[in-house]
């Protein structure tokens, strides 16, 4: 991964060398803190060892009953589908993967009626086996296999804890079972069995993904000039707290839409804490330019932008034209033309003194995705650590998790109450 | 379509019935100035028009050769794709729609690969007939059809202006062609022609699309207590002010994805303007409370949340289980899953005193859809007004656009020197 801090020297607001310098020092004292909790493997630091604590063989040896599988079905939410959906989305391949993980009753019917039921791999991820949206809907797609007469045991395979629900029944019908390790939020899974199962399905290297987020990992130390990720998480901070507020990441590939989503998480859930934390927003280049980039050039100066693209790609020629005014166009090709405008977005925003940084991998290959999703990880534990929140945690989403069941009359939840006493100013 | 602001009038910030009727002034005359603008069919103001001057039968004429179409591709980028991918998003229907909208070469060529292009109908969108991206994508699908011995002749049309390349194209090779409508900014066009040809091939309702936006219009009234649009365009501008400076907008619905990408495009492009505009954020319900919910309830106090729904859906049954701990879910629906969750994360926000408002419409159907758009469409009218800016325009997108051409050897423009004399600062 490389991360390109030029532009943020002359922005508003904007940081000088010498403000990213006495950064550095605080920096030093992060990189200590994370270490030590790395050599623990501590609650959440444990993530980023995860490209030696990965075992690619387990993973290959859980999903090998699938290797005939058409497509491959994976019902979680959150992090427990958002890395798998990231690494799949980025690599493609033959072997189609969905990802069930909303319960939105129609669009599960959709999806069902579309799939090779008897064909498709279902893999159910919760690491607690409690999840009431990932348990819902594996009931649901549990009984419409059962409706097709497809045997679900012989198609479905869970990755979860050492105990609960997911992990008794993959005792009771012997299904495959993947262990969520431990120590490891979901958010930052995505290099561990949680992420990759579905990538092992449809034949990627998960060794080079690993690698890859080795060498990332390799280049964390006590200054941000010397770490990518570092660099990116430590100037994310400086500029959040100078007001930019916002954070918009905007991949200059599709096949990168799922990585902006993922890195949304990653960023809201484990920063958004105590009133703090930059808000993240998607946007995808070269398509967001018509309708994302006036504002963030004329809008409030309270956000940076980072602009991610891998510096080669698979190119497809333009085809040389008559058209009146385009034979510019022709002869150049589809890469150079993203490029071009990847390039002059970044001078835009710069030259309206718009704060934005440029991240950018080699490829978007197995290598360059494990580099990206680690370096991005390690960025997140850094800010986290500047910002001193307990970014491992999740505790604002629990309330809502209450009143929901409380509301479905799965116990008594005061939270519950607070639903129905809603104060209602409707307008029809 | 309803707005319920209930949840603003004790949040932080928040809007008191006192500030609301004070408000209520300012909406009364900037309605007034929008119907007159309306009435004089000014630009910009005459898309509040559309559901009268959109005549259905001209677009169902013009896609009436591409009827046992199998796929339907649209070539445009921005405001000439979004409209049309939101409604047939949220439609859905037998005929698959794709939307080539970036130039991304590897995600163009698989697109090009997996379609059927001798069943495919395309449909090339740009109003000036020189849209970089969308002529250069036009250019390579032709040539792959010619490749495929597929005469292109047949199977494109094209919604254009009344002059430039694809005007002269279509008379030349008598394809179908569309108008765009004048004064209608293409993040105000999903009403006409631009959005509605695609639902048409997929044989949608157009008369009921029209029919909910009329409804919509028909609500439009000097107070903001009377109108559900103005009255969500008006909170939205007053929290704004107040400090909530991002507006999260969260569908509960897979069908409104798009939606939000849509309404992130109108919001930013309309009002980020001058230093000032919300900034928009896409989220979707259910997911996203296991991603964004965290920060938004424990976060700043700088965002507005905005939570859609259908009060009705197709449902479908939660199986009954033996499961642990889940015994509360079987016997209910996923839908009722989905609304406790909806319930729960605005309970949830209120209860931190976080600003957000609830929008709904009776179902995702044609007349929904039209309702919905319309409507967001005369709030953020009504929202420029108020702000004092040029809602209609988008100067800022202009420096970037020539800078890539002058990249691409499309001519002299000073802001190419720009990106090449940019500031580095890498680290890798």
Redesign the interface.
């Known amino acids: 991964?490389?991360?390109?801090?030029?532009?943020v020297?002359?922005s508003t607001p904007g940081l000088s060398?010498e403000q990213l310098e006495r950064l550095d020092d605080r920096v030093a004292d992060a990189h200590e803190r994370i270490e030590a909790g790395r050599a623990d493997a501590e609650h959440g630091y444990a993530a980023l060892n995860l490209p030696e604590t990965t075992d690619p063989d387990e993973i290959r040896a859980a999903v090998e009953p699938f290797g005939d599988a058409e497509a491959v079905l994976t019902v979680g939410?959150?992090?427990s589908a958002?890395g798998a959906a990231t690494v799949s989305e980025a690599l493609?391949g033959d072997v189609d993967a969905y990802f069930l993980?909303?319960?939105?009753?129609?669009?599960?019917?959709?999806l069902l009626d579309s799939l090779p039921l008897d064909s498709t791999a279902v893999n159910v991820v919760s690491r607690s086996?409690?999840t009431?949206?990932t348990?819902?809907?594996f009931?649901?797609v549990?009984?419409a296999m059962e409706s097709a007469d497809v045997d679900w045991t012989e198609q479905t395979f869970v990755t979860t804890g050492d105990e609960g629900?997911l992990r008794?029944?993959a005792e009771k019908h012997d299904l495959p079972a993947l262990k969520v390790p431990d120590g490891v939020p979901?958010?930052f899974s995505a290099l561990s069995t949680v992420g990759l199962a579905c990538a092992a399905i449809q034949g990627h290297d998960l060794d080079a993904i690993l690698a890859g987020a080795a060498d990332e990992a390799d280049k964390l130390s006590g200054s941000?000039?010397?770490?990518?990720a570092y660099?990116y998480g430590a100037a994310s901070y400086a500029l959040d707290r100078r007001g930019a507020?916002?954070n918009a990441m905007m991949p200059?590939?599709?096949?990168l839409e799922y990585f902006a989503?993922w890195f949304?998480?990653l960023?809201?859930?484990s920063?958004?804490?105590?009133?703090?934390?930059q808000?993240?927003?998607?946007a995808?280049?070269?398509?967001?330019?018509?309708?994302?980039?006036?504002?963030?050039?004329?809008?409030?100066?309270?956000?940076l932008v980072t602009l991610v693209r891998p510096r080669e790609?698979?190119?497809?020629p333009?085809?040389e034209?008559e058209?009146?005014?385009?034979s510019?166009?022709?002869g150049?090709?589809?890469?150079?033309?993203?490029d071009?405008?990847f390039?002059?977005?970044?001078?835009?925003l710069?030259?309206?003194g718009q704060p934005n940084i440029r991240v950018e991998i080699d490829r978007?290959d197995e290598r360059g995705v494990g580099e990206l999703l680690y370096g991005m990880e390690a960025a997140c534990v850094l800010y986290g650590e500047l910002e001193n929140v307990s970014t491992f945690t999740?505790?604002?989403?629990e309330?809502?998790?209450r009143?929901?069941?409380g509301?479905?009359?799965?116990?008594d939840f005061e939270?519950?109450d607070?639903?129905s006493d809603?104060?209602?100013?409707?307008?029809?």
Chains 1, 2 share one sequence.
């Open positions: 991964m490389y991360v390109d801090l030029g532009n020297l002359d060398r939410i959150g992090g958002l493609g993980d909303n319960v939105d009753p129609e669009d599960t019917t959709r086996g409690t009431a949206e348990l819902a809907n009931l649901v549990r009984e629900n008794q029944l979901g958010r941000l000039f010397d770490s990518p660099a507020t916002v200059y590939a599709e096949s989503e949304a998480q960023w809201a859930e920063l958004g804490k105590e009133g703090v934390g808000t993240p927003a998607r995808l280049g070269a398509t967001d330019q018509h309708s994302q980039l006036q504002l963030y050039r004329a809008g409030r100066h309270d956000k790609r698979e190119d497809r333009i085809p034209t058209l009146e005014g385009l510019y166009l022709g150049s090709t589809l890469g150079e033309l993203l071009a405008e390039e002059a977005t970044e001078a835009s710069a030259a309206a978007v999740q505790p604002a989403v309330w809502g998790k009143a929901a069941r509301l479905l009359g799965g116990g939270e519950a607070a639903v809603k104060t209602r100013l409707e307008i029809e």
